[in-house]
């Protein structure tokens, strides 16, 4: 069973950053992959940005390339997403995500979910 909270949301002006981050309970964190998924109201729930175990290996949607990092810390079980250039688009309720295993796109593949923190991106 992994326990997963979400900080750091916020609101900030288009063009700024924001870092987010998911403090994770579970004692082997390393054995699970780590996603940043959002939704945004009236939407579906959509992938953001993923790493594997190890944090060797990261992914991340075509919307957010270029303009967000993923990382973790497995000696403090956490997980960050730093944002940059942000977009009024992007605001959103951003969740994080955990599974054993290798990295996946999917809502479906994830079996732990945190509460979500919002992030609004004002114009």
């Known amino acids: 069973q992994v326990q997963l909270v979400e900080s750091g949301g916020g609101l900030v002006q288009a063009g700024g950053s924001l870092r987010v981050s998911c403090a994770a309970s579970s004692a082997t964190f390393s054995d699970y992959a780590m996603a940043w998924f959002r939704q945004a109201p009236g939407n579906e729930r959509e992938f953001v940005a993923a790493i594997s175990n190890s944090g060797g290996l990261t992914n991340y949607a075509d919307s957010v390339k270029g303009r967000f990092a993923i990382s973790r810390d497995n000696a403090k079980n956490t997980v960050s997403l730093q944002m940059f250039s942000l977009k009024p688009e992007d605001t959103a309720v951003y969740f994080c995500?955990?599974?054993?295993?290798?990295?996946?796109?999917?809502?479906?593949?994830?079996?732990?979910w945190g509460q979500g923190t919002q992030v609004t991106v004002s114009s």
């Open positions: 995500a955990a599974r054993r295993g290798i990295r996946a796109v999917y809502s479906r593949a994830y079996d732990y």
